[in-house]
């Protein structure tokens, strides 16, 4: 979106005569000074804008992959597991401890880990979707007036920034449903070890699968799930708002 007026207006032989937001002001920009200032402010505004969001969403992606390494380290805890109610001897208990304390403990941490990321992400996630919806829509019918125009620069650059925002949106949704898989792997893996040859353990175990049944979710706004599943969901809703703005357009 930035440099698509700057594209459109190189290709066509112009001098650039627009604001990389199109923004509108209430004074002329016939001025080359002013417009210089203009233009400068706005792309230094949008450069930043890009910037954050950028860092927040791989912020996010490295929160993640380390919550789902630290559900995968459980995993391997309830592996080994041999019984042992508490680790004897010292309060502080080694990394590699697998006795029960230790792993409700290490579970009940990582699940406060993944709560953290969600209470501070959740809206971020719902303002992401909202204007992701939104400008799926706007850009979806900028492509249908560009196919009508053979306008095709603007459908390169309308078309690769719908691509930069479903990228962006379906990493939230992928990293989502990675983490709920783990999770609920945690307690297959609890149930599916040898503690039926110890009955001794079974009461130990009950606790470690009901423990893992805790579900860990990333929301948007506490309302939306994020997953895979929500993608398509999101993806056949924004064609719908779509295809509504295109027959009207048409009908026109």
Not at 112 to 123: A, D, G, M, P, Q
Not at 184 to 201: H, K, L, T, V, Y
Request: glycine content about 6%.
């Amino acid at each position: 979106k930035l440099l698509s007026p700057l594209a459109q207006d190189i290709i066509k032989g112009k001098k650039l005569k627009m604001i990389p937001g199109h923004s509108s002001y209430p004074f002329p920009l016939s001025d080359p000074l002013v417009f210089a200032a203009c233009y400068l402010a706005e792309f230094i505004v949008i450069t930043g804008f890009s910037v954050i969001t950028i860092g927040m969403d791989n912020c996010f992606a490295v929160l993640i992959f380390h919550a789902c390494g630290q559900l995968k380290i459980l995993g391997n805890k309830i592996k080994r597991y041999q019984g042992k109610v508490r680790h004897p001897g010292r309060n502080d208990a080694p990394g590699d401890c697998n006795c029960l304390k230790c792993i409700v403990d290490f579970h009940v941490k990582t699940c406060e880990l993944v709560k953290k990321i969600n209470n501070f992400y959740n809206s971020v996630a719902f303002l992401k979707l909202w204007v992701s919806v939104s400008y799926f829509c706007f850009i979806g019918f900028n492509i249908s007036k560009a196919v009508e125009s053979k306008n095709y620069t603007g459908l390169f650059s309308n078309g690769l920034n719908m691509i930069f925002m479903m990228v962006a949106l379906f990493l939230y949704c992928q990293l989502g449903g990675m983490c709920q898989e783990i999770n609920n792997g945690i307690s297959d893996i609890a149930f599916n070890s040898e503690w039926m040859q110890n009955p001794r353990n079974s009461r130990d175990i009950i606790l470690i699968i009901r423990q893992a049944n805790i579900p860990l979710k990333i929301t948007a706004a506490n309302f939306f799930v994020l997953s895979r599943s929500f993608f398509k969901e999101y993806i056949v809703t924004s064609m719908s708002y779509l295809s509504v703005l295109i027959t009207v357009r048409t009908s026109k």
